[in-house]
C-alpha cells in the first residue's frame, strides 16, 4: 500500500514537471512564406440601402509575388449592367505622411462595356487595390445584383472574387430640393419637386404638401409643411392655387437623420423596411414648428406612395429650407 | 460521508433561513408600507418625442388634476403621457404607447395607486391647447 501511494506521487510529480517545461518552450519566430500564386481580395465600402442613381463602391485588391508575373488586367462583371458613370479606378492609392491618400496611375482609364469594366495596366505593377464604383440603374430596382471581380497575371494566372448578391432598394431619393415661403411652396412627392403657385395649378393633382414658415409671437409655428386640405388655421395667408386640395397625412420626426439623406455623420438608414411597415392611418394632415434636422413621415391622399422628407438646413430669416426626401411607391 | 450530510445541511438550512417572503400585486411589484399617494410630476411628448407642453405643468394633489397646455399645432390624437408618481406607487391604466387625449371635453382619467396598494387617487389631464 506503501509503495503504491509513492508511486502515485512519483508519477504526479514527473507529469507536473513535465508540464511546466511544455509550458516553458519557446516557439521560434517563423517568417510567414507568402503565396507563390496570383490572390485577391475585395470589400464592400459603401454602407446603408442600395438606392437607384447612388453608387455602391468597393476596394478590389491583387497581388502576385514580383518573380511569379506582374498584374495585366482587372475586370468586374456586375449581373445587371452598371448606369452611366459605372467604372473602376486606375490608381492605387497610398496613404502619405499627411494622412492623404495619393494616387498613383497603374493602368489605362478603365472601359465598361454592358456589365463588364475592365482596366488594363500598364505598369510593372505586382500589386494593386482598385476601386469600383456601380451606379445603381433603374432595371436593378427590387432586385438582387452580384458582382465577379477577377484579375490576371502575366503568367496566365487568373483569381477571382464574388461579392453579393446585394438587394437594391425600390425606394427612389432626391435630395436638397430648395423650398420657400410663397414661392417654391408646393411639394409634389410623385414628382419629387417643389413647384411655385402657378406651376402648382397646372399640376393641381399631384401637390400633396404646402411650405410655409410663420414667426408668430403667440405661439411656435415656424416651419411648416401643411397638406393643402388642412383646416385654414394651419395655412394662415395661404390662397391655394386652384385645385390644390390634397390631404396628405404627415406624422413629426426628430433625431431621425438619415444618412443619405442629412449627410451627417449619423449612422441611421430608413430603408424600404420602414416605409412598409408605417402605419399613417390616424395622422393628422400638417406638421407644424419644424427645424432643421428634423423630418416628416408622409403617405400620400391616394396612398401611392409614403416618405420621409427631412430638413438639412432651414432659414428663418430668407423663409426657406432645403429638404431631401426618401420615397417608396407602394 | 457523515460530516458531508451534517454540512450540507447546514448550508441548505443557513439559505432558506434568510429568504423572506416579500409580498407582491397582480403585477409582480412589491407591496411595500407607503401610503403616499400622489403624482409629482407629468410630461406630454408628441409623435417626434419632443415634449409638446409650453411650460410646467400644474398638479393639484387635493383637486387631483394635471393642467396643462400645448403648442398650437399639437396632434391630440397621438401623444405619449409620462407620469412621475410618488415612490412606489403605480398607475392605472397603465401606459403601453400613444394615448389620444383628443376628446377635450372628456379628459383622461389616470388612477395612482400608493405602494401599500391600500389608497387609489384617480387624477384627470385637463388639456389647454395654446391659441394660434
Known sequence: MQLQSTYIRDTFLLTALLLIMAGCKKKDYELPVPKDV?????????????????????????????????????????????????????????????????????????????????????????????????????????????????????????????????????????????????NLAY??????????ATDAAAKAGSIDLVYLYRNLTTSAFNHALVSPAADAQYLPGITLPGGVNRSTNERKAFNLQDYNLAQLQYGIYIDDLDFQQLNMSNEPNYAINLKQEAGVWVETADHKYRAYIYFNSANNTSKSAVLSIKRYAM | MKHLIIISALIM???????????????????????????????????????????SPVIDTTAQTVNVTVQFGTDLKNLFPQFTLATDCKLDPKIVGKVDFSDLANPKQYTVISGNRQIQKTYKVLITVQPR
Open chain 1, 187 to 196: 411639394i409634389s412627392i410623385a414628382d419629387m419637386t417643389a413647384y411655385n
Open chain 1, 38 to 182: 496570383l490572390q485577391n481580395d475585395c470589400i464592400k465600402r459603401t454602407q446603408g440601402p442600395n438606392i437607384v442613381g447612388q453608387t455602391i463602391e468597393f476596394a478590389y485588391a491583387m497581388a502576385i509575388l514580383a518573380e511569379k508575373g506582374k498584374l495585366v488586367s482587372a475586370h468586374v462583371e456586375a449581373t445587371i449592367d452598371g448606369a452611366a458613370g459605372t467604372w473602376m479606378e486606375n490608381k492605387s492609392y497610398y496613404t502619405n505622411n499627411s494622412g492623404v491618400d495619393v494616387g498613383i496611375t497603374v493602368g489605362s482609364t478603365s472601359v465598361t462595356t454592358k456589365n463588364i469594366t475592365t482596366v488594363s495596366f500598364s505598369k510593372d505593377t505586382n500589386a494593386a487595390t482598385l476601386r469600383y464604383y456601380y451606379i445603381i440603374p433603374d432595371a436593378a430596382r427590387g432586385q438582387s445584383v452580384s458582382f465577379t471581380f477577377s484579375a490576371e497575371s502575366s503568367n496566365g494566372e487568373t483569381v477571382s472574387y464574388k461579392m453579393g448578391p446585394y438587394t437594391i432598394a425600390k425606394m427612389d431619393m432626391k435630395r436638397n430640393i430648395a423650398v420657400s415661403d410663397g
Open chain 2, 13 to 55: 438550512l443557513s439559505a432558506t433561513a434568510c429568504k423572506k417572503d416579500y409580498p407582491v400585486d397582480d403585477d409582480g411589484l412589491l407591496i411595500t408600507p407607503r401610503a403616499e399617494c400622489y403624482v409629482s410630476n407629468f410630461e406630454l411628448l408628441g409623435a417626434d418625442y419632443v415634449t409638446v407642453l409650453t411650460k
